[in-house]
């Protein structure tokens, strides 16, 4: 039997990446890395994340752009703005932002 970590944060939940400038809104969550070797491998041996964690996907923005980041739970802190994200996909997957929780409401057909 797998023991699946529980996720300390949410689907439409709001985070920021805690050593690089960007926030995002998670997506999707993976409950241990779930992504390539390569990817692993691209990320520098005294920066690498422990596996057996939840792993977020996140529609991330910074200052210049907006794209999809994976990132370890140990990396993410809540993001306290209580601001929207201007990604452009949000809408693909979320019905709007409910100001008073600070989240993204999920769209129903996208429901796991």
């Known amino acids: 039997m797998t023991e699946f970590n529980e996720a300390k944060f949410q ?3 709001i985070v920021r990446h805690r050593l690089f400038a960007f926030r995002g809104v998670i997506f999707d969550v993976d409950p241990e ?3 390539t070797e390569e990817w692993w491998n691209s990320i520098p041996a005294e920066a690498r994340p422990r596996k057996d964690q939840p792993f977020y996907h996140l529609l991330a923005e910074n200052e210049d752009t907006e794209y999809v980041a994976y990132v370890s ?3 993410l802190l809540v993001d ?3 601001e929207p994200v201007r990604h452009p996909q949000v809408r693909d997957y979320f019905a709007g932002f409910d100001s008073k ?3 993204y409401k999920l769209r129903g057909h996208r429901a796991h």
């Open 101 to 103: 929780k600070k989240q």
């Open 80 to 82: 306290e703005t209580a």
């Open 11 to 13: 689907i439409g939940q």
């Open 73 to 75: 739970e140990q990396n």
């Open 33 to 35: 890395f779930n992504n």
